[in-house]
């Protein structure tokens, strides 16, 4: 038996909008606002057509670029459709595979949830320690995944798809990421 390598993601329930766009719309407004604070950034991919490449490419990709900290964007999914919430997963403690990554993993999770809670307005579901994540075991790079919401509730959903709130994620996550790597938050509007 094999694992697939990505599963495609959630979609939301009333806008259609699939989470791989969603999650790429709000990169590539993240991206100029990094950059122009001086950041350099490798995005993993800037298109949502092709195969996936799967998350330990990815994690290999922060791994050659020494990455800072390795952002994953995501939006979350669930058969609740009153689930609501902004939270922010980090790899567990895992001797041989997390260990030289954890403790900044923690605190770049702490920093960046804050900062798209804060944005976004949505409830805070807080942190969350993954061990089951091939991205997180695989990276010898701080990492972390932000869920910025539910696409499977209507209202974050329809929020979510907008461009005001795609912006306001990416400045959360601009804000976050300056924080946790002690820059001036200027270029963060």
């Not at 990709?61 to 999914?77: E, K, M, P, Q, T």
């Not at 260990?99 to 960046?112: C, M, N």
């Not at 709130?165 to 946790?180: E, I, K, N």
């Amino acid at each position: 038996m094999r694992k697939i390598k990505d599963g495609g993601g959630t979609s939301g329930v009333g806008s259609g909008l699939r989470e791989a766009e969603l999650n790429l719309r709000v990169a590539l407004r993240l991206r100029p606002l990094l950059e122009r604070a001086g950041i350099r950034v490798v995005m993993t991919r800037t298109t949502t057509s092709g195969t996936s490449m799967g998350n330990i490419a990815r994690a290999r990709i922060a791994n050659r670029a020494r990455a800072a900290l390795f952002l994953r964007i995501h939006a979350d999914g669930s058969t609740d459709r009153s689930a609501r919430g902004t939270h922010t997963l980090y790899p567990a403690l895992r001797r041989g595979w997390t260990d030289d990554v954890y403790a900044e993993s923690k605190r770049a999770a702490a920093t960046v949830q804050r900062d798209v809670r804060g944005a976004l307005g949505f409830p805070d579901r807080g942190l969350q320690q993954r061990s089951d994540f091939t991205g997180f075991n695989w990276a010898d790079v701080p990492v972390i995944l932000v869920e910025l919401g539910f696409m499977s509730n209507p209202t974050e959903d329809r929020l979510l798809a907008t461009a005001a709130y795609q912006r306001r994620a990416a400045v959360g996550l601009c804000r976050g990421t300056l924080r946790f790597l002690g820059r001036s938050l200027s270029a963060c509007p």
